[in-house]
């Protein structure tokens, strides 16, 4: 498995190594910064007791934990269960989880409690599916095809306009913008 990357709130490596060293019982001041600068002297030393100490880590009560679904599908969360944890994958709604975990007969347990064997399934089921980044690009690639062909939906895009029939006289200010004010316009 691996594990994502901390969120704006975490804290360096190196506070962490020393406040554990710390609360671990280190006897002086001496010993504890004797004992960071042995661990900082070698970037691999620290590299191992990150990835040795991440699994349990948290900041700030922000749980540093996921699990890598890999081939470009994402991260999926460890702490909820599998159907709830594959809709985190941008394309995988409610239905298609439970169609993934019904065809793969995994039951819907926790994902921190997935075997390799599991995990393996379902990274292989996922390829048959197109989500995530695969999907986003091709989205792209769909609308910037209408923009070429100058369809009616082509133009909208462009615009910056609702292209699926939605009212724009009071309406559609998340497409529009902020409204401006005109001046000179009288409100009845």
């Known amino acids: 498995m691996a594990f994502s990357s901390v969120t704006k709130h ?11 060293m710390r ?8 010993q504890r910064s004797c004992g960071l600068a042995n661990a900082i002297s070698s970037v691999g ?14 900041f700030h009560g922000v749980r ?23 809709q985190h994958i941008h394309g995988i709604g409610r239905s298609r989880a439970r169609q993934i975990l019904s065809k793969l007969s995994i039951e819907n347990k926790l ?4 075997t390799g064997r599991e995990l393996y399934a379902l990274r292989e089921e996922l390829n048959n599916y197109m989500c995530a980044h695969e999907l986003n690009n091709q989205v792209t690639k ?14 909208r895009h462009s ?24 001046a000179g316009k009288k409100k009845a």
């Not at 030393?45 to 948290?58: A, E, F, H, Y």
């Open 45 to 58: 030393t620290v590299s191992d007791i990150g990835l040795r100490l991440l699994p349990n880590l948290s």
């Open 111 to 114: 994902a921190r409690e997935l």
């Open 64 to 86: 540093v934990q996921c699990i890598n679904i890999g081939g470009g599908k994402g991260e999926i969360p460890d702490n909820k269960h599998l159907q709830i944890a594959l």
């Open 142 to 155: 769909d609308i910037a095809r209408l923009m070429e062909i100058q369809c009616y939906r082509g133009i």
């Open 23 to 30: 609360n671990s019982g280190c006897a002086s001041q001496s």
């Open 10 to 20: 975490s804290a360096s490596l190196g506070t962490f190594l020393y406040n554990s």
């Open 159 to 182: 615009q910056g306009l609702p292209c699926r029939g939605q009212r724009t006289h009071t309406n559609a200010r998340t497409w529009k913008g902020k409204a401006i004010p005109v």
